[in-house]
C-alpha cells in the first residue's frame, strides 16, 4: 500500500482559504462582463425593430450545429490528450514516474473542478497524487504552478505575436501586452537565475517545498511545455475561424492568428464562463455583437463543458484509483 502524507494535503486544503473579495472577485467580473454583452446586443436588436430573444435566435437559427460539432469534438479531444501529455512529463520530470495512462482519469476529473477555476482543478491533481502515489503535497503544487506559469508565458508568447499581427484593429490597453511580455521575460531571466540558484545562492526562500519544480527545472524544460502546448493554438486558430464562418462572419486565417491568441490570453481571467472572451469577441467586432455573443458563448463555453463531461466519464476510475488502496 502507497503512503498517505495527510499533512501535506492538508496543507493544500487550508491554503484554499481566501479572502471574501478573492472569492467574489470572479463573479463581480462575470457580472459586469455580461451587463456590457446586454447592453450591446439589446442596442443592437432594438436597432433592428426587434427584442434581445428573437434577435439572438436569429444567430442561432443560422448556424449548421452538425458542422460545428465536427470541428469541436476533435479540436476539444485533441486539447485533452495534448494537455495531459504536458501534465505527464512535469510530473514525471520533477515528482514520481507514473504512466501518461494513469494521468488521464484525474486530469479529466479534475476538468470538472476547472468549471469555475482552472488553477483548482489543477490542485486537485496534486491532492491526488499526494494520496495515490505519497508525492509530498506541496512538491505536486509545486509542479502545478510550473505548468501555470508555462502557460502565462505561452499565452503571453502568441498574444504579442497576435498584437503584432493585427496592431491596428486592437484598442490601446490591448496594445499594452508586448510590453507586458517584454516585462515578463526580463523578470523572467531573474527568477529562473535565482532558482536555478546562480544568483543569491543561500537564500532560504528557494528551499521552500512550494518552489521544488523551480529548483530542479532547466531553461529547456520551460521551452519544451510552451513548444508542445503551442500546437493547440495553431489548431484552434483553423478550427475557430472555419467556425465564426458558420455564424456568418468572415474572417482569414491570419486574421484569426492575431486576433485568437489575445483573446485566450483574456479568457485566463478570473470569472465563470469566460466572460472576459466573450466580451472581447464583441470589442474586436463591435458591428456584429449577436453573431460574436452567440459565438463565444458556445465557442469557450462547449469547450470547458465538454471536457467536464470526459471528466464525468473518467471518474469513477479516478476514484477507484484514489480510493482503492
Known sequence: MNKVVVPESSSIQGSSKRPLWQKLLPWL???VCFAFLYTRVNSAAVSQGSTLVPYLAQV???VSWWR???????YTLFFFVLDSLIIWKVINWFNVKVSYARILPVRASAFILSLVNEQVGKGAIAIYLNRRDGVPGWEVASSMIFVMVCEFYYLAFWATIGILIQWQDFPPVLRLIPWIGLGA?????GFF???SGRIVPNSRLRQRALFHAFRQAKLWQYGAVIILRSPVMLSAVVVY????????????FIEMMGYLPVILFGAVA?????????VLWVVLFPDRPAEMSAFGLVQHNFFIFFNASMGLLFL???NRELLGS
Open 270 to 278: 478570473p470569472g465563470p464562463m469566460r466572460s472576459v472572451a466573450i
Open 316 to 318: 469513477k476510475k479516478a
Open 185 to 189: 521575460g526580463v523578470f523572467f531571466v
Open 241 to 252: 475561424t472555419l467556425s465564426l464562418r458558420l455564424f456568418g462572419v468572415e474572417v482569414g
Open 60 to 62: 442561432f437559427e443560422k
Open 29 to 31: 467580473t462575470t457580472i
Open 193 to 195: 537565475l535565482f532558482f
Open 68 to 74: 460545428w460539432l465536427s470541428m469541436m469534438v476533435p
